[in-house]
């Protein structure tokens, strides 16, 4: 799926429509691990912040550069058992074994995870083949294009 967003409210407005959607077809018996890939400035932590506002995250959802994670309470039970927003930026890490040491594995083994990763193709060899990946383009100032993928593979074949 591809979108066009002509300025940043639009991407806000893509965000929160996604959230809602992904939520419902979330597995129940797994983490939804959305990845986020793109230049800086595309537009990644903005779509965090408003991915984040269906879900009930009452804490402000900032760019976690400087903490690697944060891990953000759902105000309630969401449909397929999700209770936590993990949001992780993979920016300033020197290999991907960083992201095991602050337990990585265990945040993607608990279904109850929604987990958006900021950098995600700096440790893809760790996440799940199945996650949905989301990249972010920049097509002018304001412009930005924004592809929806369930995997790598697929949006290396659509491109
Ligand atoms: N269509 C758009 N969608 C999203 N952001 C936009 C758009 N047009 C302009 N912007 C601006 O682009 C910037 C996006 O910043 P954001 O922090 O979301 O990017 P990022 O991908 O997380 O960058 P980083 O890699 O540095 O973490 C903001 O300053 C925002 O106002
Ligand atoms: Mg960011």
């Known amino acids: 799926m591809k979108f066009i967003t002509k300025n940043k409210r639009e991407t806000q407005k893509l965000a929160r429509h996604l959230s809602g959607e992904f939520l419902k077809r979330s597995n129940p ?23 984040a506002k269906p ?4 804490e402000s959802v900032k760019s976690p550069t400087f903490v690697l994670m ?9 449909p397929n058992g999700k209770r936590r927003l993990v949001h992780i930026d993979t920016y300033r890490i020197k290999r ?7 337990g990585l594995k265990d945040i993607l083994k608990d279904p109850k995870n929604i987990i958006l990763i900021e950098w995600a193709e700096k440790i893809k060899g760790l996440l799940p083949k199945d996650g949905t990946w989301i ?25």
């Open 70 to 78: 944060q891990i953000f309470k759902t105000g309630r039970t969401l």
């Open 96 to 102: 991907p074994s960083d992201m095991l040491r602050i």
């Open 135 to 159: 990249y972010f383009k920049h097509a002018g100032r304001n412009r930005r294009i924004i592809i929806v993928s369930m995997t790598p593979h697929q949006i290396l074949k659509s491109a």
């Open 55 to 58: 879900l009930g995250v009452k």
């Open 29 to 51: 018996k797994k983490a939804l691990v959305i990845a986020l890939s793109g230049n800086l400035g595309a537009g990644k932590t903005t779509f965090a912040q408003w991915f």
